[in-house]
């Protein structure tokens, strides 16, 4: 326990260190930076959210050169093809073969920018690399190098021209941070630091391959007690089954949310309490983790829509009601 102590100690100030660096290219948006913390900790893919300008792709830029990895952008369009995105077979005239070339989806770090510009067909090509990480182009295999985080970004406002991500995608992230307008204050200072000087700020090298597995292994090393995997558990048999917990939203939401998100919850309270330095989970880290975990897998009605009634307001409910242990 000593050893598992030191070590989720040592990843905590390393972690701390990654943070305020990438607030030197990025103004407030705490949560947002901590999502995208949780996110490399966790080892689980994220969903972006917010409407341009918010500096979405600004601050997983700076995660990745934060990182001395692999990193691809891609951006998504609705002429991609799969085979733009995970590679495809070519024919070499020089040997009379056909040889495996390879698509940007080979890197540690991938930003997916505007994945909902693309078509599902597109979409559905990144679903065998995020679950499995692995991916499958003619009869070959190709396992994919460790770490592999998929960011993902799209805009919430504008619907033409963009496609929906599947639930079945949307299962296979583990956070949705949604980006919100910066305040006043907030606003000032990032024009202040763009207009000086528009390109990204110098970062230093703070992780690598080998620190970033040292930080997963310290993540999954925090204590979590059997009765918090009961609550998180709960959490998510409301979302079926919310007549059960008295809770009144069975005609607000159409399916509830997937056993993943049993685990993503464990897994984002795991990496919330080690960004703390803390040896163990508390009930406080899944109530952090919740709307990020719980916000894209509940599936409302169109009843909710019409009423307005947001899986935002469904999980705070949900949170004020299941009984905490």
């Known amino acids: 326990m000593g050893n598992d102590t030191g070590r989720i100690a040592d990843a905590a100030q390393l972690l701390a260190a990654v943070e305020k660096e990438i607030h030197r290219g990025i103004v407030g948006q705490e949560d947002f930076v901590r999502g995208l913390l949780v996110g490399v900790a966790a080892n689980g893919h994220l969903l972006i959210e917010g409407v341009p300008g918010l500096a979405k792709t600004r601050a997983v830029n700076l995660l990745a050169r934060i990182c001395k990895l692999d990193f691809k952008r891609i951006q998504f369009t609705p002429d991609l093809l799969p085979a733009d995105v995970i590679g495809t077979r070519i024919y070499n005239q020089s040997t009379a073969s056909f040889e495996t070339s390879r698509g940007p989806i080979f890197a540690n770090f991938v930003l997916a920018d505007e994945i909902n510009r693309a078509p599902a067909k597109v979409q559905s090509a990144l679903l065998e690399t995020m679950q499995e990480r692995q991916v499958t182009i003619g009869k070959e295999t190709i396992k994919l190098e460790p770490p592999f985080l998929v960011f993902a970004t799209q805009n919430p406002i504008e619907q033409e021209g963009t496609y929906p991500l599947p639930e079945a995608q949307l299962d296979r992230f583990l956070l949705k941070l949604v980006v919100t307008y910066?305040?006043?204050?907030?606003?000032?200072?990032?024009?202040?630091?763009?207009?000086?000087?528009?390109?990204?700020?110098?970062?230093?090298?703070?992780?690598?391959?080998?620190?970033?597995?040292?930080?997963?292994?310290?993540?999954?090393?925090?204590?979590?007690?059997?009765?918090?995997?009961?609550?998180?558990?709960?959490?998510?048999?409301?979302?079926?089954?919310?007549?059960?917990?008295?809770?009144?939203?069975?005609?607000?939401?159409?399916?509830?949310?997937?056993?993943?998100?049993?685990?993503?919850l464990a897994q984002a309270g795991r990496a919330r309490a080690l960004l703390d330095g803390r040896d163990a989970v508390t009930p406080d880290d899944v109530k952090a983790v919740a709307h990020a975990v719980l916000r894209h897998r509940i599936i409302p009605t169109y009843y909710a829509l019409a009423e307005q009634i947001t899986t935002e307001k469904m999980v705070d409910e949900i949170l004020g009601t299941v009984k905490v242990p």
């Open 182 to 264: 910066p305040s006043q204050e907030e606003e000032r200072a990032i024009v202040s630091m763009v207009i000086d000087e528009e390109r990204l700020p110098a970062v230093g090298d703070l992780l690598d391959q080998e620190k970033i597995n040292q930080i997963q292994k310290a993540t999954r090393a925090v204590y979590i007690d059997e009765r918090l995997i009961g609550y998180v558990t709960e959490l998510v048999q409301a979302t079926r089954r919310p007549a059960d917990f008295r809770l009144e939203l069975a005609q607000y939401i159409d399916f509830g949310a997937s056993p993943r998100a049993s685990i993503a």
